[in-house]
């Protein structure tokens, strides 16, 4: 049987009506219309008619959908048949398809008429023009499909067929293809499912939302950033320094309260927290990693440029650093010995400890020293060049010299280490000091 092709003539054909089939020879043509529940005629000439929303054009005694956007246009506005031709010319095929529920022909000798006319030449000219017809199809839904989507509305409340491209989040507006509205009407970037701040996180593989630490990302799942310094921590290995209360509050709440017990310690001074401090182990020694701040009633200061945030630690007088009676070193610490200060110099050189060593170079800081004086601070022990207090009370050497309490002690000589900024040695020095003079203290682990 020969397939029915709805080409721009018979598209001519069925919709040349308008003017031909209106006996007042009116340029309008007022298209019939049908309930859904209602079917069409039977039969159908050269008409145009509308079930619902749904436009149909008959040809050969058949009912044929019109789906294509511009051609419903054309019926609706009933123009003249000029100008329904000026405007088929510049159609391409039109994409229609039969009605779903319009009734077969009836009539035998039309139906036979189709039949007989089927032959071997017109089956192959059938089937290109129906390959034709086909791709042309195809290139029409897409053109409709891109129109739609650039037609669609904007804003809430905007019109057009396509999903709306923009929404209401509070007083805010968002593209739901690339964000959500998230907690507290907060518009948030889209990462797979969830939503995320660009400003503090990071969507990682697999749509993972993850945390902003300096220039690291984390899992706060498993992990959080210290805010002081931009670490990234493991849960597992935060521990809180404080009082119950304090440690009530979460390590997002409390940062300062919370420490890695991996590199840090909190210190106990009478059985109350006082303060976190950092710790490196060199050998079996484990010490401070930053200078004593434990404020004593009496004999401690800050020092120096960094006083207002005692950045060097706390300056302590002599008999304040050698107490026993109310040791300024946290509990399970102690002031170390000259023989423990001789073991870190033996353990950072590999030798015996002697004056000519360069124990010093390794445990200052990388910067504060001066130009050629810095150290590469291999292990983290950041000795800074805080200067020292004299025995007339006078401070002096700031960003020359580092000098630390020493507990060993004989009859009125007083022993202290000295690193300066001229040398890399760590040198271990007694004098008759005053109660005035004033160094800084590192304490060892008992």
């Avoid at 209106?22 to 340029?27: K, Q, R």
């Avoid at 189709?114 to 042309?136: I, L, N």
């Avoid at 593209?175 to 990462?191: A, F, M, R, W, Y």
Wanted: charged share 30%; with cysteine; aromatic share 8%.
């Amino acid at each position: 049987m020969k397939k029915l092709l709805w080409t721009s003539t018979m598209a001519l054909a069925a919709v040349a009506c308008l003017t031909a089939c209106d006996d007042t020879s009116s340029s309008s043509y007022e298209i019939p219309t049908y309930k859904s529940d209602t079917s069409l005629p039977d039969t159908c000439s050269m008409e145009v008619a509308k079930v619902d929303t749904a436009y149909f054009a008959c040809f050969e005694n058949k009912w044929i959908e019109v789906t294509d956007s511009a051609t419903i246009e054309q019926l609706k506005e009933g123009l003249d048949e000029e100008e329904i031709k000026a405007k088929l010319e510049e159609l391409e095929t039109l994409l229609v398809k039969p009605a779903n529920n319009t009734p077969k022909p009836t009539s035998s000798s039309a139906q036979s008429e189709v039949e007989g006319s089927d032959d071997e030449e017109d089956s192959s000219s059938s089937s290109e023009e129906e390959e034709e017809y086909s791709s042309s199809s195809k290139k029409k839904k897409n053109k409709d499909k891109d129109n739609d989507d650039s037609g669609s509305g904007s804003g809430e409340g905007g019109s057009g067929s396509g999903e709306e491209t923009v929404k209401k989040c509070g007083d805010e507006t968002y593209d739901p293809k690339t964000q959500i509205c998230g907690e507290g009407n907060k518009v948030l970037s889209k990462c797979g499912e969830s939503g995320y701040d660009p400003e503090t996180q990071v969507c990682g593989a697999g749509n993972k939302v993850l945390g902003k630490c300096g220039d690291e990302t984390f899992n706060p799942e498993t992990e959080w950033c210290r805010p002081k310094d931009h670490k990234v921590i493991a849960i597992a290995n935060t521990e809180c320094c404080g009082d119950k209360k304090s440690c009530s509050f979460s390590y997002e709440e409390r940062p300062t309260r919370y420490y890695d017990k991996t590199d840090e310690f909190c210190a106990i001074h009478n059985d109350t927290p006082t303060r976190i401090y950092k710790k490196v182990t060199i050998g079996t020694q484990t010490w401070m990693a930053e200078n004593l701040n434990y404020e004593t009633e009496s004999g401690s200061t800050c020092r120096g440029t960094k006083v207002s945030e005692c950045g060097y630690g706390r300056f302590y007088k002599r008999d304040v650093a050698l107490s026993k009676e109310a040791p300024v070193c946290p509990s399970g610490w102690h002031l170390p010995s000259d023989s423990e200060f001789e073991k870190l110099v033996a353990e950072i050189t590999g030798k015996a400890y002697s004056t000519s060593n360069d124990a010093g170079y390794k445990l200052k800081t990388r910067e504060g020293w001066g130009e050629g004086y810095n150290g590469d601070d291999y292990y983290g022990f950041s000795v800074m060049p805080s200067g020292y207090t004299n025995s007339n009370g006078v401070y002096e050497s700031e960003g020359k010299t580092a000098m630390f309490w020493s507990s060993t002690t004989s009859e009125s000589i007083y022993h202290y280490v000295t690193i300066r900024d001229v040398n890399k040695i760590l040198n271990i020095m007694s004098l008759d000091l005053s109660s005035n003079a004033e160094r800084t203290i590192r304490c060892v682990k008992d």
